[in-house]
């Protein structure tokens, strides 16, 4: 069965820093992949997905993630972070289910707090 | 504007009771989905509609069940069976294409008084 890891329960960093929150998965076929954000009390956004080619991913505000199979990571990136990131972070994992849609299995979740 | 809407947003239960938790859509989606989420442990997936009058059982179906009798509706019912119901249901669709990304609705937070 597929299975996410998120590590990192919590992370901080100053408003300006770099960030990386870590993604392992558990899969056996090609994974489909994605990383979503969550405002408190809100849904959930998609900020990037990964299904084939290129390994790293563009996505909204300013994030990318990199596919390295060889790791079974897929690991969220930013190079500055703005206050207005402050949010929980999911990543999850493409699985077939019956009638063939690819249904996520999320992670557990990183909470991401921004120090001005 | 295309979306997802759920309500109530809050909502409170006494023990006992059956609650139905609403999900509207009108995005065309063929795919809809129900979600549990607790603090610190993810989305869990309850049921999964892909197509009107049809569901599947997710990870967590006991003590929940649905309907879908439109295309833009899939209202979830926690009854009384449900051991722990307090937590935050999230309703997502997406088009039925296989890879294709799910969009999520502003969840509801049920809580058992």
């Known amino acids: 069965a597929q299975s996410v890891t998120q590590p990192d329960i919590h992370i901080t960093v100053s408003e300006g820093a770099s960030l990386e929150l870590r993604c392992n998965y558990s899969?056996?076929?090609?994974?489909?992949l994605f990383w979503y954000v969550q405002s408190p009390g809100q849904g959930l956004q998609l900020l990037l997905k990964y299904f084939s080619g290129d390994t790293l991913v563009q996505g909204i505000k300013g994030f990318e993630a990199e596919f390295k199979r060889s790791q079974s990571s897929f690991n969220l990136r930013k190079p500055s972070v703005h206050w207005s990131d402050a949010a929980e972070y999911f990543c999850a994992v493409g699985a077939i289910r019956s009638g063939g849609s690819y249904i996520p299995t999320f992670g557990r979740g990183t909470s991401l707090i921004v120090h001005p | 504007d295309g979306g997802i809407t759920q309500s109530p947003k809050y909502l409170f239960r006494k023990e006992g009771q059956n609650v139905t938790l609403s999900c509207e859509q009108n995005l065309n989606h063929d795919a809809m989905y129900w979600y549990r989420q607790d603090p610190g442990q993810g989305l869990r997936l309850i049921y999964y509609s892909q197509i009107v009058n049809d569901f599947q059982k997710g990870d967590i179906a006991e003590g929940y069940s649905v309907s879908r009798e439109k295309k833009e509706s899939f209202p979830l019912t926690v009854t009384s069976a449900q051991k722990n119901p307090t937590a935050f249901y999230l309703c997502a669709s997406s088009p039925l294409r296989g890879t294709d990304t799910q969009y999520f609705g502003p969840g509801t937070r049920l809580t058992v008084l």
């Open positions: 899969y056996g076929a090609t994974p489909y």
